[in-house]
C-alpha cells in the first residue's frame, strides 16, 4: 500500500439478524492519525452492518483525494461492489428473479461514494476471526455496538494506539469452485459453494469441510447454493437479507 493511501478496516455485526446490530470501522490518514467508528441500528441485519461500516468510513473522507485501501472480512460486501453491482444497476436494481436488489438504499450510497473515488479505491478481503488485529478490533467495536454498550472510540496518533495496522498480505474471499470430473459425467454443472449463519454471522465457505468445520455441533444454519440469486433466496427465507 502506498504511504499516501487511507487504510481502513471495517466489520458488522447482529444479534439474530435480524436484531441489534453494530458496525465498527478503523480509519488510518496518510499523516498518521487514526479514528475509531462506531454506530448501532435496534432492528437489522448482518449483511446492512457490513455496508453501513465501509459508507460511514468512506464518507469520513470523503473529501480527502488521497486513494483508499478498505480491508473487510465481509463476502457480501466485496462480491457485491466488485461483482454484482453494475448488473443490479444495469437492471435497474432488480435481481434475476425479477426482485429489488435487497438493501438497495445502501447498496445506491455506496455506489455513489465509490464511483467519486474510481480509480482511487480498492476493496480488499481479509478472513475474519483468524487473527488479524486490525480486523479483531473492528469485530469487538460491531460486537459491542450491538449490544447497545458503546465503547471508547480511538482518535489520535498512530504512535498512541495499540492495535496493529499492517495490512495483511493479499487474499481472495471464498468464490465457487467449478469442479469438473474428468469424464462427461460432469460437464456443465454451476459452481457451488456453501452458506452458513452462526451467532448472527453469516460466512461463505469454498467446500463442505470449511462449512462443517464452523457449523458441527451448533446452533448454526447452513446450506449448499450454486448462486448469487439462490443465496439471496436462501437469506430471505432465514431473516438474514
Given at each position: 500500500?502506498?504511504?499516501?493511501?487511507?487504510?481502513?478496516?471495517?466489520?458488522?455485526?447482529?444479534?439474530?439478524?435480524?436484531?441489534?446490530?453494530?458496525?465498527?470501522?478503523?480509519?488510518?490518514?496518510?499523516?498518521?492519525?487514526?479514528?475509531?467508528?462506531?454506530?448501532?441500528?435496534?432492528?437489522?441485519?448482518?449483511?446492512?452492518?457490513?455496508?453501513?461500516?465501509?459508507?460511514?468510513?468512506?464518507?469520513?473522507?470523503?473529501?480527502?483525494?488521497?486513494?483508499?485501501?478498505?480491508?473487510?472480512?465481509?463476502?457480501?460486501?466485496?462480491?457485491?461492489?466488485?461483482?454484482?453491482?453494475?448488473?443490479?444497476?444495469?437492471?435497474?436494481?432488480?435481481?434475476?428473479?425479477?426482485?429489488?436488489?435487497?438493501?438497495?438504499?445502501?447498496?445506491?450510497?455506496?455506489?455513489?461514494?465509490?464511483?467519486?473515488?474510481?480509480?482511487?479505491?480498492?476493496?480488499?478481503?481479509?478472513?475474519?476471526?483468524?487473527?488479524?488485529?486490525?480486523?479483531?478490533?473492528?469485530?469487538?467495536?460491531?460486537?459491542?455496538?450491538?449490544?447497545?454498550?458503546?465503547?471508547?472510540?480511538?482518535?489520535?496518533?498512530?504512535?498512541?494506539?495499540?492495535?496493529?495496522?499492517?495490512?495483511?498480505?493479499?487474499?481472495?474471499?471464498?468464490?465457487?469452485?467449478?469442479?469438473?470430473?474428468?469424464?462427461?459425467?460432469?460437464?456443465?454443472?454451476?459452481?457451488?459453494?456453501?452458506?452458513?449463519l452462526l451467532d448472527g454471522?453469516?460466512?461463505?465457505?469454498?467446500?463442505?469441510?470449511?462449512?462443517?468445520?464452523?457449523?458441527?455441533?451448533?446452533?448454526?444454519l447452513f446450506r449448499k447454493?450454486?448462486?448469487?440469486?439462490?443465496?439471496?433466496?436462501?437469506?430471505?427465507?432465514?431473516?438474514?437479507?
Amino acid at each position: 500500500m502506498k504511504r499516501d493511501a487511507l487504510l481502513i478496516y471495517t466489520d458488522g455485526a447482529c444479534s439474530g439478524n435480524p436484531g441489534p446490530g453494530g458496525w465498527g470501522a478503523i480509519v488510518l490518514s496518510p499523516g498518521g492519525r487514526v479514528r475509531e467508528l462506531g454506530g448501532r441500528e435496534a432492528r437489522t441485519t448482518n449483511n446492512r452492518m457490513e455496508l453501513g461500516a465501509a459508507i460511514a468510513a468512506l464518507r469520513l473522507v470523503e473529501g480527502d483525494a488521497a486513494s483508499v485501501a478498505l480491508y473487510t472480512d465481509s463476502t457480501y460486501l466485496i462480491s457485491g461492489v466488485t461483482r454484482w453491482l453494475h448488473v443490479w444497476k444495469r437492471k435497474g436494481w432488480t435481481r434475476v428473479d425479477g426482485a429489488e436488489t435487497l438493501n438497495r438504499d445502501l447498496w445506491e450510497e455506496l455506489d455513489r461514494l465509490s464511483s467519486a473515488r474510481r480509480g482511487r479505491l480498492t476493496w480488499n478481503y481479509v478472513r475474519g476471526h483468524k487473527g488479524h488485529p486490525a480486523n479483531t478490533r473492528c469485530d469487538e467495536l460491531a460486537v459491542a455496538f450491538s449490544r447497545g454498550k458503546p465503547p471508547v472510540l480511538y482518535d489520535g496518533p498512530l504512535l498512541g494506539y495499540d492495535v496493529d495496522l499492517f495490512p495483511p498480505a493479499a487474499q481472495e474471499p471464498p468464490v465457487p469452485e467449478r469442479r469438473r470430473s474428468p469424464s462427461a459425467k460432469g460437464a456443465g454443472k454451476e459452481p457451488a459453494w456453501y452458506i452458513s449463519l452462526l451467532d448472527g454471522r453469516l460466512e461463505k465457505h469454498a467446500t463442505w469441510p470449511e462449512c462443517q468445520a464452523r457449523v458441527h455441533g451448533k446452533p448454526a444454519l447452513f446450506r449448499k447454493v450454486s448462486s448469487p440469486e439462490e443465496e439471496a433466496a436462501v437469506l430471505k427465507k432465514w431473516g438474514a437479507a
